[in-house]
């Protein structure tokens, strides 16, 4: 099995169409079919369905995409690891992240100052799924995953430095009527279109939340956003109130963001395994838990 067939592999499965793979990797419409058949005389069953007018995934091709994909990520990260090791340095540490303006602001400072300590150590940063961030860590792709606490709570040999401990707040475009207000309550949005994030891309502590609020807001109309991107084009599009917990909070001069009147509360922070919890590790993740505590309160 070679490379380029699972790379022709994953790409087919995303875009279901021969000629647009072959643009993307910058082969024929013909050797991408080659390697594709290839690989599959290799593996002895049909990953696709091809017809003249479609290409269909089969049942075994749907479940080994996500596995391929994974190994192909895997081996990219491995690749970077060891061309950093083979330009001088000594180690490499890896965090899992979500990608809120928190993190996206306060990420490069951190890995900024760290690098001055540890001028020898390279941090690399992954975007990873919420759901698949405890895997990570644990499976050691991850060596710090920037988490809630419900993500990884009792989880064996996973220390947990928290951040911070927040509620929910409401964002909306800064014309909303209710912009002008100090807190927002529940008889404030009971006729609005709420805005929540999926709650399968989230904690399940969220689902909780979503329930308590689609119950107390019998009147009010749901739009489900797959994450704060999302959600805050909607709402600098005028599409609705967004609720969210604090630490997601985006940030932008056309984004209102208001405390909402609710008792639920996130605990957000940095994790790491004990067995891999080295000098470096461990620096970087109060490096972390401090920088990010000082945002919080300011």
């Known amino acids: 099995m070679k490379i380029i067939q699972l790379r022709c592999f994953v790409i087919l499965c995303e875009t279901l169409s021969f000629s647009q793979t072959g643009d993307i990797l910058h082969l024929t419409q013909p050797a991408i079919s080659h390697q594709i058949k290839k690989l599959e005389s290799i593996l002895k069953f049909q990953l696709f369905i091809r017809t003249n007018h479609r290409v269909e995934l089969t049942a075994a091709g749907?479940?080994?995409?996500?596995?391929?994909?994974?190994?192909?990520?895997?081996?990219?990260?491995?690749?970077?690891?060891?061309?950093?090791?083979?330009?001088?340095?000594?180690?490499?540490?890896?965090?899992?992240?979500?990608?809120?303006?928190?993190?996206?602001?306060?990420?490069?400072?951190?890995?900024?100052?760290?690098?001055?300590?540890?001028?020898?150590?390279?941090v690399i940063v992954l975007r990873i799924n919420h759901k698949e961030r405890k895997n990570a860590l644990l499976s050691g792709s991850c060596d710090i995953i920037m988490t809630v606490k419900d993500n990884i709570e009792n989880t064996e040999g996973v220390i947990y430095k928290e951040i911070m401990n927040?509620?929910?707040?409401?964002?909306?475009?800064?014309?909303?009527?209710?912009?002008?207000?100090?807190?927002?309550?529940?008889?404030?949005?009971?006729?609005?279109?709420?805005?929540?994030?999926?709650?399968?891309?989230?904690?399940?502590?969220?689902?909780?939340?979503?329930?308590?609020?689609?119950?107390?807001?019998?009147?009010?109309?749901?739009?489900?956003?797959?994450?704060?991107?999302?959600?805050?084009?909607?709402?600098?599009?005028?599409?609705?109130?967004?609720?969210?917990?604090?630490?997601c909070k985006p940030q932008g001069d056309d984004i209102v963001c208001l405390p909402f009147m609710m008792k639920e509360s996130f605990s957000y922070g940095v994790a790491y395994l004990s067995k891999s919890a080295n000098e470096k590790i461990q620096s970087l993740a109060r490096l972390l838990q401090s920088e990010l505590k000082m945002i919080d309160k300011s």
């Open 62 to 122: 749907k479940h080994f995409y996500s596995d391929a994909k994974d190994f192909l990520s895997r081996l990219q990260v491995g690749i970077t690891e060891a061309s950093l090791i083979n330009k001088g340095k000594l180690s490499v540490i890896k965090i899992g992240y979500e990608g809120h303006a928190l993190e996206m602001n306060n990420l490069p400072v951190v890995m900024r100052m760290f690098s001055s300590m540890y001028p020898d150590t390279q």
């Open 166 to 247: 927040e509620g929910m707040m409401c964002l909306m475009h800064h014309d909303n009527v209710l912009a002008s207000k100090s807190i927002i309550g529940f008889n404030d949005i009971r006729k609005e279109m709420i805005i929540l994030l999926d709650p399968n891309n989230g904690p399940k502590e969220w689902l909780i939340v979503q329930q308590r609020l689609i119950s107390m807001l019998p009147e009010s109309q749901w739009l489900f956003s797959d994450s704060i991107s999302s959600g805050e084009i909607f709402i600098k599009s005028g599409m609705g109130i967004a609720i969210i917990p604090v630490f």
